[in-house]
């Protein structure tokens, strides 16, 4: 590696001996190494490490007051979990067992007394050059670490758009402004959130269910689009609309497309079991009974090529002689309560 890469770093030398430090600069400037620190009373190390952020640390073992081992264990807990710190500890003699715990405490090598002046800068540059190329790999991993984020936000941003725009393609068909799917995920997102769902649950259901009738896709225009009364055959055509939709979309690992299932399936069944898979009460998901009573609304004060738009307090009154029948009354007052709250704005997308 180029000792350009390294000449900057900074020491910090601790001995209680002053004769010992000015040998050590001595050395170290003689290497290349200008930024140095020292102290010769090993209870400044801890404020001096602090304020000043060494590159290395040089420890003598044998001191006053406290030893080597004593000060590593003040500084090691203060270096970050990720980083790499060298510690290099001076020692005219130490039994195994007390070389063991230096080294358990943190301490990266060691030098014996008498320094020799080549191995001195030697194992500096050794521990210096692994710090740095420890630093270097973090801050790669830390690029690598942003460009997965932006990458999958990209990617949930795409999956959002395309789910989104596949919503769209079926309700187009019969809602020439494609705002319906919109509608329904706001409005059954809100609903959830008034029923306590969790913020990853909100999310899901406003991803989801605006996928509720993707199943039109397969339904003829002369029954999707017939501005009378549907027959009876054409209305079981019509019905078909939830099992497409639920083919579509069945065998994902997403738990958005999952949700999503569900709901295309289920968000025709009624509370009674009147609906088109005749589930009941607490047979319907309950993200199908939270959609069922956000797309009845929305259809209900919505232009649809078989009738005008109602206003909401007729509306409302339909749906509440409705509760127990076609609602689940825990979610149609859950509705309600958005209702009081939104007024009209349930309307628009605004």
Do not use: C
Not at 28 to 43: A, E, V
Not at 334 to 349: C, H, Q, V
């Amino acid at each position: 590696m180029d000792d350009s890469l390294l000449k900057n770093a900074k020491f910090l030398l601790v001995d209680d001996e002053q004769y010992n430090i000015e040998l050590l600069e001595a050395v170290l400037n003689k290497g290349g190494f200008s930024q140095i620190s020292s102290t010769t009373d090993p209870r400044r190390v801890l404020p001096l490490f602090i304020e000043y952020k060494p590159d290395i640390l040089v420890l003598d073992f044998n001191m006053p007051n406290m030893n080597g081992l004593e000060v590593i264990r003040q500084v090691v807990p203060r270096v970050p979990a990720e980083s790499y710190f060298p510690i290099l500890v001076i020692t005219s003699e130490m039994a195994p067992e007390i070389k063991h715990n230096v080294l358990s405490a943190g301490a990266k090598d060691f030098l014996s007394k008498p320094i020799d002046k080549t191995e001195v800068l030697l194992r500096v540059r050794n521990l210096l050059t692994t710090r740095v190329l420890y630093n270097q790999l973090e801050h790669q991993n830390e690029r690598l670490e942003v460009m997965v984020r932006q990458r999958t936000q990209e990617l949930d941003l795409a999956q959002e758009e395309i789910l989104e725009r596949l919503g769209r393609a079926a309700e187009y068909r019969d809602d020439e402004t494609g705002q319906h799917t919109r509608r329904i995920g706001r409005s059954a997102a809100l609903v959830a959130e008034i029923m306590g769902w969790t913020m990853a649950q909100l999310e899901l259901m406003r991803r989801a269910a605006p996928l509720h009738d993707i199943g039109k896709i397969g339904i003829a225009d002369r029954i999707l689009l017939k501005p009378a009364k549907l027959t009876a055959e054409e209305f079981e055509a019509m019905k078909e609309h939830v099992t497409i939709g639920s083919k579509t979309l069945m065998g994902s690992r997403s738990p958005l497309l999952q949700l999503a299932e569900t709901i295309a399936l289920t968000h025709h069944e009624r509370w009674d079991g009147s609906g088109y898979l005749k589930l009941k009460k607490e047979e319907i998901p309950l993200a199908g009974r939270i959609v069922s009573v956000a797309d009845v609304f929305d259809a209900l004060t919505h232009k649809r090529p078989y009738k005008e738009a109602w206003p909401i307090d007729r509306t409302r009154e339909e749906m509440a002689s409705k509760s127990g029948q076609h609602f689940d009354p825990q979610v149609l007052e859950a509705f309600f309560k958005l209702l009081d709250r939104e007024g009209e704005r349930l309307l628009t997308l605004n």
